[in-house]
């Protein structure tokens, strides 16, 4: 193995330890397996002796057997989960230790450029799953500080690679080309890998799940393609709020929302208007759990059917018009209450569908008219009514059902707050009250770190959160009490304009829908009276403010300003660059000019270019091989000598040599052409 292809292989074993190291941080990777891990790492990665073929095929077979059997595994627990399928983030931790295993397997049998790259092409997936797992600044120092040394590695093993084969030795003739600057920019090592990395990273953050820190675009697809061809949604790309009614509520997803303008409403309607139904509890988010079918009902006006998971409760009906001040068409339908009829203007077509999570129109309004009127049963609220409720609860368990992995902490806290409580509606009082007094409201929370329980933080490190903690902690430690709870996605309070209420984005909320027996379903809303988070003090340098301000300055935000600094970094390295090549240049000159091509460079010139001589050299033949291969008799060893002392010597051989060097060269230019009229 060569000098530079042992250093192409330190660099890619660095590379794998690194990216292992990073994916650790980030929680991808248990801590106890990381010094097993390491010390392999470096084992596998010194040079090689020579491979068996056999035994190398072997190894690959076996890699890609222990990637198909983890892959197996990962999807024989995607069936048995069913409908709420499996955590994305243990998913991802499989994979990653799929990654590692493989590629301390193939580490040994690499010894080709090709397959070092296939090496650092599995560590560059060790790296995605850290960026995608990573919640802290360490994992994003490491992550950042392990793609530099992967991008190393690959320039390393590019450059290796154009040396893979017999070297070429070329003659150059004349004053060589010099490509323009542009060309030059193209052709540097560096470039190629960072440009892929860009565009690598690009696809994988559109690729992964909103909820790993990416942009979910297999959900914004499945939301496009479902929503039906011809009618278009807003997404919640789009408007800043869910207006589809797909998907699940992840409690790891943080930030202000925008004013977006959705929606008018009466002012004397209720302030929640409910939107979407979520049923299962998963310690990361809340999903709907239901079952895929649907009720479908069509025409200009019509009655919306009612389903077991979602009766009208006792409580009063109520019609509401509603303006949709985007004038947009409407899919996900918000009503204060549950939906009992539907309408829109006489020349329009109906498709209601009333799925178990929500209530969806298709081809209800039009950007011109914008308007549908919705009739509703709006529940009780009020306590007197709440505390007399008496008969059996859901049959179905699933109400009351949690994670097995939930922390027995959360279920001592509320029977802890309910000692005292006699009613059902005074064990929701108790723990709302307790939420408002221990809990403090902010849109920008901490966020759980991988594998722990959202409420759990919430409730017992943090103590910070908004409307989806507050909702998600009272839902959670009612049904630890026994009592049916589920959360509810929507619109709340709003603005007061006139007559009407206002919902925009920034008004989409989260509560919680209480089980009463003989009454029903029954909203209930911790985060109402919750205390503002003090402001966090913030100790960002001057740097990090101004590199905010131009963030929110540009147009593209924090993409558009990572694309410029790449540009900027490839830019500042191309003319250092440029400047090194110049100064090699500049040195190379005098000596260049110093050394003139020789009369024995010229005479050896001659002969191998005469159109009648024996063949130009071979690729990386030398000058003495050349002559030796042609037939020069061995007593020519001064010729030889005398040309390599007037091209490499430090001083140029001595007049005699000179001509007789020149001489012999002539005369057997001479030669090979008689020779040639001869034949």
Same mark, same amino acid.
């Given at each position: 193995?060569?000098?530079?292809?042992?250093?192409?292989r330190?660099?890619?074993?660095?590379?794998?330890?690194?990216?292992?190291?990073?994916?650790?941080?980030?929680?991808?990777?248990?801590?106890?397996?990381?010094?097993?891990?390491?010390?392999?790492?470096? #084992? +596998?990665?010194?040079?090689?002796?020579?491979?068996?073929?056999?035994? !190398?095929?072997?190894?690959? @077979? *076996?890699? /890609? =057997?222990?990637?198909?059997?983890?892959?197996?595994?990962i999807?024989?627990?995607?069936?048995?989960?069913?409908?709420v399928?499996?955590?994305?983030?243990?998913?991802?931790?499989?994979?990653?230790?799929?990654?590692?295993?493989l590629?301390?397997?193939?580490a040994p049998?690499?010894?080709?450029?090709?397959e070092?790259?296939?090496?650092?092409t599995?560590?560059?997936?060790?790296?995605?799953?850290?960026?995608?797992?990573g919640?802290?600044s360490?994992s994003?120092?490491?992550n950042?500080?392990?793609? #530099? +040394?992967?991008?190393?590695?690959?320039?390393?093993v590019?450059?290796? !690679?154009?040396?893979?084969? @017999? *070297?070429? /030795? =070329?003659?150059?003739?004349?004053?060589?080309?010099?490509p323009?600057?542009?060309?030059?920019l193209?052709?540097?090592?560096?470039?190629?890998?960072?440009?892929?990395?860009?565009?690598a990273?690009t696809?994988v953050?559109y690729?992964?799940?909103?909820?790993?820190?990416?942009?979910?675009?297999?959900?914004?697809?499945?939301?496009?393609?479902?929503?039906?061809p011809?009618v278009?949604?807003?997404?919640?790309?789009?408007?800043?709020?869910?207006?589809?009614?797909?998907?699940?509520?992840?409690?790891? #997803?943080?930030?202000?929302?925008?004013?977006?303008?959705?929606?008018?409403?009466?002012?004397?309607?209720?302030?929640?208007?409910?939107?979407?139904?979520?049923r299962?509890?998963?310690?990361?988010?809340?999903?709907?759990g239901?079952?895929?079918h649907?009720?479908?009902?069509?025409?200009?006006?019509?009655?919306?059917?009612?389903?077991?998971?979602?009766?009208?409760?006792?409580?009063?009906?109520?019609?509401?018009?509603?303006?949709?001040?985007r004038g947009?068409?409407?899919t996900?339908?918000?009503?204060?209450?549950?939906?009992?009829?539907?309408?829109?203007?006489?020349s329009e077509?109906?498709r209601?569908?009333?799925?178990?999570?929500?209530?969806?129109a298709?081809?209800?309004?039009s950007?011109a008219?914008?308007?549908?009127?919705?009739?509703?049963?709006?529940p009780?609220?009020?306590p007197?009514?709440?505390?007399?409720?008496?008969?059996?609860?859901?049959?179905?368990?699933?109400?009351?059902?949690?994670?097995?992995?939930?922390?027995?902490?959360?279920?001592?806290?509320?029977?802890q707050?309910?000692?005292?409580a006699?009613?059902?509606?005074?064990?929701?009082?108790?723990?709302?009250?307790?939420?408002?007094?221990?809990?403090?409201y902010?849109?920008n929370s901490?966020?759980?770190?991988?594998?722990?329980?959202?409420?759990?933080e919430?409730?017992?490190?943090?103590?910070?959160?908004?409307?989806?903690?507050?909702?998600?902690a009272?839902?959670?430690m009612?049904?630890?009490?026994?009592?049916?709870?589920?959360?509810?996605?929507?619109?709340g309070y709003?603005?007061?304009?006139?007559?009407?209420?206002?919902?925009?984005?920034?008004?989409?909320?989260?509560?919680?829908?209480?089980?009463?027996?003989?009454?029903?379903?029954?909203?209930s809303?911790?985060?109402?009276?919750?205390?503002?988070?003090?402001?966090?003090?913030?100790?960002?340098?001057?740097?990090?403010?101004?590199?905010?301000?131009?963030?929110?300055?540009?147009?593209g935000?924090?993409?558009?300003?990572?694309?410029?600094?790449?540009?900027?970094?490839?830019l500042?390295?191309?003319?250092?660059e440029?400047?090194?090549?110049?100064r090699?240049?500049?040195?190379?000159?005098?000596?260049?000019?110093a050394?003139?091509?020789?009369?024995?460079?010229a005479?050896?010139?001659?002969?191998i270019?005469?159109?009648?001589?024996?063949?130009?050299?071979?690729?990386?033949?030398?000058?003495?091989?050349?002559?030796?291969?042609i037939?020069?008799?061995?007593?020519?060893?001064?010729?030889?000598?005398?040309l390599?002392?007037?091209?490499?010597?430090a001083?140029?051989?001595?007049?005699?040599?000179?001509?007789?060097?020149?001489?012999a060269?002539?005369?057997l230019?001479?030669?090979?052409?008689?020779?040639?009229l001869?034949?």
């Open positions: 193995m060569t000098e530079r292809e042992l250093r192409a330190t660099w890619a074993g660095a590379a794998c330890t690194v990216a292992q190291i990073a994916a650790t941080a980030a929680g991808m990777l248990p801590w106890w397996a990381l010094p097993v891990t390491l010390t392999v790492t470096v #084992v +596998v990665s010194r040079p090689p002796g020579p491979i068996n073929p056999s035994r !190398a095929k072997i190894t690959r @077979s *076996a890699g /890609v =057997a222990c990637v198909a059997t983890f892959a197996g595994l999807a024989f627990r995607a069936i048995g989960a069913g409908g399928g499996p955590d994305p983030t243990s998913t991802l931790r499989s994979l990653t230790e799929a990654l590692v295993v590629s301390l397997i193939m049998a690499a010894t080709t450029p090709r070092h790259r296939v090496w650092l599995v560590t560059t997936g060790v790296l995605v799953a850290a960026a995608a797992g919640r802290t360490t994003a120092l490491l950042v500080g392990s793609w #530099v +040394v992967l991008l190393t590695a690959i320039a390393k590019q450059t290796t !690679a154009a040396y893979a084969g @017999s *070297a070429v /030795v =070329a003659t150059v003739e004349g004053t060589p080309s010099q323009t600057r542009i060309l030059s193209w052709r540097s090592d560096g470039l190629v890998p960072v440009l892929a990395s860009l565009a990273a696809v953050f690729a992964l799940p909103s909820g790993l820190g990416g942009g979910g675009l297999a959900r914004r697809i499945a939301t496009r393609v479902s929503s039906g011809g278009p949604s807003e997404t919640r790309d789009s408007v800043g709020v869910d207006t589809f009614g797909a998907g699940d509520l992840s409690l790891l #997803v943080r930030g202000a929302l925008p004013d977006t303008p959705i929606m008018r409403v009466p002012w004397h309607s209720p302030p929640l208007w409910r939107g979407t139904i979520y299962d509890y998963t310690g990361i988010s809340w999903e709907d239901f079952n895929d649907f009720v479908s009902r069509g025409g200009p006006s019509t009655a919306v059917p009612l389903i077991s998971a979602d009766p009208a409760p006792v409580g009063r009906p109520e019609t509401d018009r509603v303006t949709m001040v947009a068409h409407v996900l339908i918000w009503a204060p209450g549950v939906i009992t009829h539907l309408s829109g203007s006489s077509v109906l209601v569908i009333r799925g178990d999570n929500n209530v969806r298709i081809g209800l309004v950007p008219t914008a308007t549908y009127t919705v009739t509703s049963t709006v009780t609220t009020r007197a009514q709440l505390r007399k409720s008496s008969g059996a609860d859901p049959s179905d368990p699933i109400w009351t059902q949690l994670p097995t992995t939930l922390p027995s902490s959360i279920g001592q806290l509320a029977h707050l309910t000692t005292q006699t009613t059902r509606q005074q064990q929701v009082a108790d723990i709302e009250g307790y939420l408002r007094s221990h809990e403090t902010s849109q901490p966020v759980p770190g991988p594998g722990q329980d959202a409420v759990a919430f409730l017992f490190r943090d103590h910070v959160g908004f409307c989806e903690q507050f909702a998600s009272e839902a959670v009612l049904r630890t009490l026994g009592v049916p709870a589920r959360v509810v996605s929507g619109l709003g603005t007061r304009i006139g007559s009407t209420r206002l919902f925009t984005a920034a008004n989409a909320h989260a509560w919680v829908e209480v089980y009463y027996p003989g009454i029903g379903w029954s909203p809303d911790p985060t109402a009276g919750a205390q503002l988070a003090p402001p966090a003090v913030s100790h960002r340098s001057t740097f990090s403010r101004v590199m905010a301000a131009i963030t929110a300055a540009l147009p935000g924090r993409l558009a300003l990572g694309v410029a600094v790449a540009l900027l970094i490839m500042a390295g191309w003319l250092v440029l400047g090194r090549g110049e090699r240049r500049a040195r190379r000159r005098p000596a260049a000019a050394r003139a091509p020789g009369p024995v460079l005479a050896f010139l001659r002969l270019r005469h159109p009648r001589a024996p063949g130009p050299p071979a690729a990386a033949e030398t000058a003495r091989e050349y002559l030796g291969r037939g020069v008799p061995p007593q020519a060893d001064g010729l030889i000598a005398t390599e002392q007037e091209m490499y010597g001083n140029p051989p001595d007049l005699a040599s000179t001509d007789a060097a020149v001489a060269l002539d005369a230019t001479d030669d090979a052409a008689q020779a040639s001869r034949r």
